[in-house]
């Protein structure tokens, strides 16, 4: 992936993260504004969602770094394929993509 490409994809998450940000905290100041919610009734709901983030966090870098892996190996596969087509005979112009 093209270093530039990849900056700009993570400058956009991180706008839409900040943005969802801002969304939660003003939704939370709400509630406890009006006085639907409190501090230690939101705890335990806050705490259980850390320890999802964190189990979702986890799945979530495997997958990344496991798809990097397989796409290497895809590109180091597609360029060995070209090298012993170009030697071999065999044409492999159609499986580009």
Request: negative net charge.
């Amino acid at each position: 992936m093209d270093v530039h490409v990849a900056r700009e994809l993570l400058n956009e998450l991180g706008s839409s993260l900040e943005n969802l940000e801002t969304q939660q905290s003003a939704l939370l100041q709400l509630l406890k504004d009006k006085g639907i919610v409190s501090d230690n009734e939101l705890a335990p709901y806050f705490e259980s969602g850390g320890r999802c983030q964190q189990r979702q966090m986890a799945g979530c870098t495997f997958e990344v770094g496991t798809h990097l892996f397989c796409r290497g190996a895809e590109r180091a596969a597609s360029c060995e394929a070209r090298r012993t087509s170009r030697s071999g005979g065999a044409d492999t112009s159609s499986e580009r993509g």
